[in-house]
């Protein structure tokens, strides 16, 4: 089983869409969980962390479920600048320390106007 | 955005050449990262640094060598790449704390192409 798996898509939506996003890991020691986002040609940016208790910013809602080992994107609204790749992000904790992180493959979104 | 720069953004290198990737970060960050992207595969970990001592080498090859003169540099020194080596290489910094796994932050990587 691959450490962190993304359905690499692509979701082409339309504007005002709703979508959202899964992603599965497979260390269950794993603390910290981030959903990075990657336009084309550019580097990996944060995009939010996510948190136990589920997390809101703006239009972009995460949430963890510990118990299957899995994550979710949810945007709103979609817009034609969220057109990117969104990447799953996870620690591997290892020897007693918090680990490196792993990235996931990335899902491609293209909103359409 | 300045926090993490890469040069050179561009490369492209024969064999049997040798040449050096440059990254700093003005983020007063204490744990760098240098990062392989190849089309079609996730971010794979190369080398990590933390207060400028290599605490991770993810079974890179020796014709990578990475070098941390301080906690704001880090180089990846290439020599007689093979053509796979071809990706974007990026670099990262983070505040590493113990217990806590910071966000780590982006350069906008070296595109390299080995021919």
């Known amino acids: 089983r691959k450490e962190v798996e993304q359905d690499p898509g692509p979701f082409n939506v339309p504007e005002g869409a709703t979508v959202a996003f899964n992603c599965t890991y497979s260390?269950?020691?794993?603390?910290?969980f981030f959903w990075y986002r990657q336009d084309c040609r550019k580097e990996p940016k944060l995009l939010m962390s996510?948190?136990?208790s589920g997390n809101e910013d703006g239009r972009f809602t995460a949430q963890l479920n510990r118990a299957s080992q899995y994550i979710s994107l949810l945007i709103r609204d979609s817009k034609l600048s969220d057109s990117a790749t969104y990447l799953c992000?996870?620690?591997?904790?290892?020897?007693?320390?918090?680990?490196?992180?792993?990235f996931g493959k990335g899902t491609k979104l293209s909103v359409k106007p | 955005e300045t926090g993490v720069t890469q040069t050179p953004r561009h490369l492209v290198m024969g064999m049997t050449n040798k040449k050096s990737l440059k990254c700093e970060q003005h983020?007063?960050?204490?744990?760098m990262y240098w990062y392989k992207q190849s089309a079609k595969k996730p971010l794979e970990l190369m080398f990590v640094y933390n207060f400028k001592e290599q605490t991770e080498n993810n079974s890179v090859p020796s014709r990578f060598s990475p070098e941390c003169p301080n906690s704001s540099h880090l180089f990846l020194h290439l020599h007689t790449l093979q053509p796979e080596d071809s990706a974007l290489y990026l670099c990262?910094?983070?505040?590493?704390?113990?217990?806590?796994?910071?966000?780590?932050?982006f350069g906008p990587g070296t595109r390299l192409t080995v021919l």
């Open positions: 990262a910094s983070s505040e590493e704390r113990t217990g806590f796994t910071d966000t780590q932050y």
């Open positions: 983020l007063g960050h204490n744990a």
């Open positions: 992000v996870v620690n591997a904790p290892a020897g007693g320390s918090q680990g490196n992180l792993i």
């Open positions: 260390n269950s020691a794993s603390q910290s």
């Open positions: 996510v948190y136990s």
